[in-house]
């Protein structure tokens, strides 16, 4: 049996079809190429979580931060009277009671990650923390543990230095996913 030999040209191509490859995979990983950034105008969205008895509970956008009654009325939720009508931050999650008393508080940590929000990693429950990548339940517990243990971080890095189970690569990944205090507190 004899092997087969290609000629300048066939291996030209088959050397330009591997490159081609090797390019595309880059681009889709990531790995030479940076993701493009979000379109104008996502990034300063306001996103407010409504629940209970109303028409449409779900998740809703606003271009800037909402009123507590703007964001009832867009998900269909009944007519109140509130003694202050506050704006509500970014995250937030408003729940009506069974007496139609709204109750602000914040969204879970997989639904701020989903929409491209941070989680403050002070305020974060364990089963927000295991929601990001690269940290599980155990370690999400480990940082819950310090937290209590040793009062609120003071900046990301300490994770390294403090919590068991960090180093310096995957800290750089968690950096995108987790803050530090926001200047949008929720109003609780």
Do not use: C
């Not at 690569?169 to 200047?183: A, D, F, H, P």
């Amino acid at each position: 049996m004899s092997l087969r030999y290609f000629s300048r040209s066939q291996l030209g191509v088959i050397l330009l079809l591997g490159a081609a490859l090797l390019v595309l995979y880059a681009w889709r990983a990531h790995v030479l190429f940076a993701p493009s950034p979000p379109p104008p105008g996502i990034m300063s969205l306001t996103f407010v979580e409504v629940t209970g008895p109303v028409a449409h509970p779900g998740v809703y956008s606003f271009p800037q931060p909402p009123t507590l009654l703007e964001a009832l009325e867009r998900a269909g939720g009944p007519v109140i009277s509130v003694p202050a009508n506050p704006t509500v931050a970014t995250g937030s999650r408003i729940e009506l009671g069974p007496k139609g008393l709204p109750r602000i508080g914040r969204m879970s940590g997989a639904q701020l990650l989903t929409l491209g929000l941070p989680l403050d990693l002070n305020r974060a429950t364990a089963e927000d923390l295991a929601a990001v990548p690269e940290i599980g339940p155990a370690l999400a517990n480990r940082i819950v543990d310090y937290r209590q243990a040793h009062g609120p971080f003071e900046k990301i890095d300490e994770l390294e230095e403090k919590v068991l189970g960090f180093g310096p690569k995957n800290l750089e990944k968690l950096k995108s996913y987790l803050v530090i205090g926001s200047q949008e507190q929720y109003l609780e």
